[in-house]
């Protein structure tokens, strides 16, 4: 059995290029979202408790290789993917989108290591700015951002308090470009601020702000285990996968 360590697109895509091969295969789920887009075939959620129960898991439940398909910024549950594969001998592909760095105006973007980082450029640059870097991240720009006006887009509620001025929109895309194009004139954006998340499912907000020559504060990703052989695409992904059959 193939286990797909899911909760992006690409994941999704590759289950069903997996089930159409007649590939047994299980997604899982971190369960950090309340409302999660279900792949098609078995489904898992919830953490498997760390490295160890990770590499428990693929022992008693027959993995044969697992397809690391988390979002790019999902660092954790990628070096543990790498740690428990590695301690019980089965493959691993990580599965990634390409990232921004070679789009349109990624020259003139302000590139930064941490959200840290980002929450400080920020604060120079702009006194309106858009958030999309998630809910579990905010902590990080609530104190140089306290007294900006500050749009938030999430998913889900954040698990900390916001500043009286700023503004919370819980939503979930994908978004169009004429919608973008409308928040960001309704709430008077004038930086935008996100991650490097790369594909073309967030990407409608990048193409506003160059419209408008608004400023961009991109965090980059934190790279991928070494040593884990990397695929950008499902179907790539689903090629490597068919190399390791279950047992009979």
């Not at 797909?4 to 295969?25: D, F, H, K, Q």
């Amino acid at each position: 059995m193939i286990l797909i360590l899911g909760g992006t697109a690409e994941a999704r895509e590759l289950a069903v290029l997996l089930i159409e091969r007649g590939v047994p295969a299980m997604s899982s789920l971190a369960g950090r979202v309340a409302r999660p887009r279900l792949p098609v075939g078995e489904v898992r959620i919830g953490g498997f408790g760390g490295v160890d129960g990770l590499q428990r898991f693929l022992r008693e439940a027959g993995v044969t290789a697992v397809v690391d398909a988390t979002h790019p910024f999902a660092a954790g549950i990628s070096a543990n993917a790498a740690a428990a594969c590695a301690a019980a001998r089965v493959p691993l592909l990580r599965l990634e989108r390409p990232g921004w760095a070679e789009a349109p105006g990624a020259d003139r973007w302000h590139w930064v290591d941490d959200h840290d980082e980002a929450a400080a450029t920020t604060s120079r640059l702009g006194r309106r700015p858009f958030l999309t870097i998630g809910r579990q991240s905010l902590d990080r720009f609530i104190g140089p951002l306290a007294e900006h006006q500050v749009l938030v887009r999430v998913v889900d509620p954040p698990e900390v308090a916001l500043p009286e001025p700023w503004r919370l929109l819980l939503s979930r895309g994908p978004y169009s470009v004429d919608g973008e194009r409308e928040l960001f004139a309704d709430h008077g954006v004038d930086v935008l601020v996100t991650k490097d998340s790369g594909g073309e499912h967030t990407w409608s907000k990048m193409a506003v702000a160059d419209e408008l020559g608004a400023p961009v504060v991109v965090v980059r990703r934190p790279g991928a285990a070494p040593g884990v052989q990397m695929v950008g695409d499902a179907a790539a992904a689903a090629d490597w996968a068919r190399a390791f059959p279950s047992p009979s």
